[in-house]
């Protein structure tokens, strides 16, 4: 019996601080303290079941991506989380950078999606009693992006 | 080494749970914190915060782990004792937080004694945010 499956500790997401500047160039978001939800692929499916047929059919529509959402531990002045380079300037200033996402262990073009996005929603949290100050963040894909080196999606 | 401290937040105040064979009330405050690891000496980091608020002199009447018998003197004697903790927090980046648990014990012939040095050391502990310790 094979035993393949892999702990998810260690993923990261890494994002262009520079878009511009310096296009390409990753910085690791530091520590992501949750769950990262990947964002997955669907497609809407449309019934087009004719009447004298008696089993269901469905076209599919175009590829579509949930949002990456993820949690961090919010370091205020943490050049991926601040409002001078970090996630907070992107969502101030609209703007479109690459996101980089690797399972535990993957290298380039190995356990890894290369795309491009924004920042949709960013938030952070102080507890009162009990806590570290955390942050929630949401980046919304647009265009086409890379699985492994493979583009998926031309636009 | 240094730690530093997220938090060290008391679980509840202090109270006598009994006396011993010398006739000394003993009374305990039971702590849980939160640091950046590695942490190693946290009993003696904690035994320094509750020296500076008066909690006693490290080695005479503030003492630190179970390491034989306890004087038999009237007191206050304090002691702080490691009590465990829960699993470390993690980020996928490699960063980790332990969470670590302490018990303050303070002994004395003198119940309004003991209270009120178990009291001040309640009142200094609970609520430390973001601190640097070192042994």
Redesign the interface.
């Known amino acids: 019996m094979s035993t393949k499956a892999v702990a998810g ?4 997401i890494a994002i262009e601080l520079l878009p511009v500047g310096s296009p390409g160039v990753f910085t ?1 978001i ?4 949750g769950d ?1 939800s990947w964002p997955g692929l669907s497609r809407s499916m449309t019934e087009v079941t004719p009447h004298q047929d008696d089993i269901d059919s469905y076209v599919a529509g175009r590829l579509g991506r949930e949002s990456l959402s993820f949690s ?2 919010y370091i205020f002045n943490d050049t991926t989380h601040d409002h001078l380079t970090g996630l907070q300037k992107k969502i101030i200033t609209n703007e479109l950078f690459g996101v980089r996402l690797r399972g535990p262990g993957g290298t380039a073009n190995t356990d890894e999606v290369i795309a491009s996005g924004r920042v949709e929603s960013i938030g952070h949290v102080d507890p009162v ?4 100050r955390t942050a929630d963040v949401s980046i919304k894909l647009t265009k086409g992006q890379k699985i492994d080196g493979v583009q998926v999606g031309n636009s | 080494m240094a730690t530093r401290y997220l938090e060290i937040i008391a679980v509840q105040r202090p109270f006598q749970y009994m006396t011993d064979d010398n006739g000394r009330s003993l009374f305990s405050c039971n702590f849980n914190a939160v640091a950046a690891a590695p942490v190693s000496a946290f009993e003696e980091e904690i035994a320094k915060l509750v020296s500076q608020a008066g909690g006693g002199t490290i080695g005479s009447t503030l003492l630190v782990g179970m390491r034989g018998k306890i004087p038999e003197t009237d007191g206050p004697i304090t002691l702080v004792l490691d009590s465990g903790g829960t699993a470390p927090m993690e980020t996928h980046d490699g960063a980790k937080y332990e969470r670590l648990s302490f018990q303050v014990i303070v002994r004395s012939k003198s119940y309004t004694a003991g209270r009120d040095l178990a009291l001040t050391i309640w009142r200094a502990l609970d609520g430390q945010r973001n601190v640097t310790v070192a042994a």
């Open positions: 500790h260690g993923a990261t690791v530091a520590e992501l303290n990262i961090t531990n009693r009990e806590g570290a």
